[in-house]
């Protein structure tokens, strides 16, 4: 007899507001979802959604206008949102890790990667300096990175696109935190080096045992990463469930047209059957759909879902 698993991230009616010179937008609406230990959970919709919204809500990382105006983020059984800052410094990066999706703008163009993948360690109290550099030799060859020690000596701009994102992708791993946020971690990648780092990020999430939130607009990487997915339309949470239950039986228009602009995925083909095949599932696979939130003329059953413009 197996125990439930244990739940790491549980996110409550989360909402935001961007407050503007006429009108308040409601970025994300009362949005709930949950993140067991060890678990893949793929957060999707086109741009625009609220899903980055999210993610930055989580690390209370969201710039003005925009503010968390409801609901709670708890993470190992503490609420985030009544953190001081100074409490929550220690949470990111050591606790939570996010791997942002354009590396050349996250990373500091001054620095040399090796010592940014060590300051995450010293900042913490995890390492002292000289200890630092030299496990910021080993994560840069946990991720792959060949002749490590001297490109651990290279500034970013010497470092091609998917050696860049392989370095964030290290200092998110450095102090090895339970949680990492993967917000569109291959967007700005070609293909070949796309299923490079996507198929590093889930050999790294299995050897350290890690939880990942993946952030994506692409329902073609949630077959191939994760466990569940949660669909995200105009701020709401409209769909979620175990990833081969979606994949085979979408319940919500929106859903459908997102698997529809996949290139040769379709709601329910043989596509998607293979990915519902190979995809793991613990227990009967239901999924469960918010039509309550969605405005008329979107819902399932006889309403067209809205286009898709990512």
Do not use: W
């Not at 080993?138 to 651990?152: E, M, S």
């Amino acid at each position: 007899m197996t125990s439930d698993p244990i739940t790491l991230l549980d996110v409550q009616d989360l909402t935001v507001t961007f407050a503007g010179a006429r009108s308040t937008v409601t970025a994300v609406d009362h949005v709930s979802f949950q993140l067991a230990a060890g678990e893949t959970l793929g957060l999707v919709g086109e741009s625009g959604s609220g899903k980055s919204v999210t993610a930055f809500s989580i690390l209370r990382l969201l710039q003005p206008p925009g503010r968390i105006t409801g609901g709670r983020v708890l993470f190992e059984g503490r609420d985030l949102l009544s953190l001081s800052e100074r409490e929550m410094r220690e949470v990111r990066g050591a606790r939570i890790s996010l791997i942002f999706q354009e590396p050349m703008t996250a990373l500091n163009p001054v620095m040399r990667v090796g010592d940014q993948i060590a300051e995450a360690l010293t900042v913490h109290g995890m390492a002292g300096r000289q200890d630092a550099r030299q496990q910021a030799v080993d994560l840069l060859q946990a991720v792959k990175i060949p002749d490590a020690a001297r490109r651990a000596r290279d500034y970013p701009h010497q470092l091609s696109g998917g050696m860049r994102q392989r370095v964030m992708i290290a200092i998110a791993l450095a102090c090895r935190p339970p949680l990492i946020i993967a917000d569109e971690p291959t967007t700005a990648l070609d293909v070949t080096i796309q299923a490079q780092v996507l198929e590093l990020i889930r050999e790294l999430k299995t050897r350290f045992n890690l939880a990942l939130l993946l952030i994506t607009h692409d329902f073609g990487v949630i077959a191939e990463m994760a466990d569940r997915v949660a669909v995200m339309y105009r701020g709401k949470l409209v769909e979620e469930g175990p990833v081969r239950r979606i994949l085979r039986e979408p319940q919500h228009d929106y859903t459908r047209s997102l698997l529809a602009a996949v290139p040769g995925m379709r709601p329910g083909g043989p596509s998607t059957s293979a990915h519902a095949a190979a995809a793991n599932e613990d227990g009967p696979p239901r999924s469960r759909i918010h039509d309550d939130d969605i405005p008329a003329g979107t819902r399932s059953g006889g309403h067209p879902g809205p286009p898709v413009t990512d």
